[in-house]
């Protein structure tokens, strides 16, 4: 097992330094090893500035073989998006949506798991990074990445026996912790106030009611709080250096995925008719005359009358 702590965005030794940029080199990496492979996605927010970096490789994944998971925070205050639901519903083979009474659902955990016939590798990215844009490359956060080697006997029973034990098991839809219950979500009949999950798509099968319901509970990418500021691949920041004060100039990669068939559709918009068609000069209103201002002087109560103010200053013998 190896550990690297890393302070995104700032470069602190060789290699990436940001969590995009692992997320990518592990999904992009290739070499001749026989291997089945698997990519789990647990975070709290998910939006499409987020979703479109991860969408080509993730699909490149799914073509040769390897199986994608997600676990996704769908509360009433957070940041997940439509458009980044019905991308993870693509690619992915299981989708779960996390709603919990009380409590916010908010992991940031991401693996890339390759085994072989003697063993394999897994990578373990947990930080703070939610999957959007500016935190995967931009936003000061902080990660640490863990390798394991399974042909290590004890690395193999940490991540199979413990680690997948712990963040699988509360959210199969018949977990009780704390006396809170994680229960399937009925989506007709919903009960927001127990901690809820809705089993989206399982072994590939989307659950289009739960979908829908879902989606009707979340905001799209242009409401989404954070999707300012990110516009891949245009998106760029200074930062200092931490380590001799210098300047690293932030590029936020091209994402190469077109998210537009994940947007809501375009509202239907009613033809206006002919009395909002605009407004000729001879039908304007005619100009109105400006209003001279008015000054208004107050009055105060003086010697048992009311006087204007202005009268009793400037009457000498009265003041």
């Known amino acids: 097992m190896e550990v690297q702590f890393y302070l995104q965005p700032f470069q602190i030794g060789d290699g990436p330094h940001r969590c995009g940029d692992h997320l990518l080199d592990l999904l992009n990496r290739q070499d001749n090893a026989e291997f089945t492979e698997r990519f789990i996605l647990s975070v709290a927010f998910v939006n499409g500035s987020g979703i479109s970096h991860l969408m080509k490789p993730l699909t490149a994944l799914r073509e040769r073989g390897g199986r994608i998971e997600a676990y996704i925070g ?8 439509r458009e980044a639901i019905r991308a993870v519903c693509h690619v992915a083979h299981d989708v779960r949506a996390i709603r919990l009474r009380g409590l916010t659902f908010h992991p940031k955990l991401f693996v890339h798991e390759r ?13 703070s990074n939610n999957l959007n844009s500016n935190a995967l490359f931009t936003n000061v956060e902080e990660f640490v990445r863990i390798d394991l080697d399974l042909g290590s006997e004890e690395d193999h029973a940490w991540y ?30 919903p009960d927001v106030d127990t901690g809820v999950i809705w089993l989206l798509k399982k072994n590939d099968e ?8 879902v989606l009707s509970m979340v905001k799209n990418d242009q409401q989404s709080s954070s999707s300012t500021g990110s516009a891949v691949g245009t998106a760029a920041h200074d930062f200092v250096n931490p380590i001799g004060g210098l300047t690293t100039r932030q590029q936020i990669p091209d ?14 918009v009613d033809e206006p008719t002919g009395d909002y068609l605009g407004v000729g000069e001879e039908q304007a209103p005619p100009p109105q005359p400006p209003v001279e201002p008015r000054i208004v002087i107050p009055q105060v109560f003086f010697n048992g009358e009311y006087v204007d103010l202005m009268q009793l200053l400037l009457n000498s013998n009265a003041v």
């Open 255 to 268: 994402a190469e995925f077109d998210m537009d068939q994940f947007s809501d559709p375009a509202p239907e």
């Open 74 to 81: 769908a509360n009433e205050l957070g940041d997940t998006t």
């Open 115 to 127: 085994r072989t016939v003697d063993g394999g590798d897994v990578t373990l990215l947990i930080g």
């Open 160 to 189: 199979n026996d413990d680690f997948l034990t712990r963040i699988e098991a509360p959210f199969t839809g018949e977990y009780e912790h704390n006396d809170r219950l994680v229960g399937l979500g009925n989506a007709g009949n």
């Open 206 to 213: 989307v659950n289009q009611e739960a979908v829908d319901y």
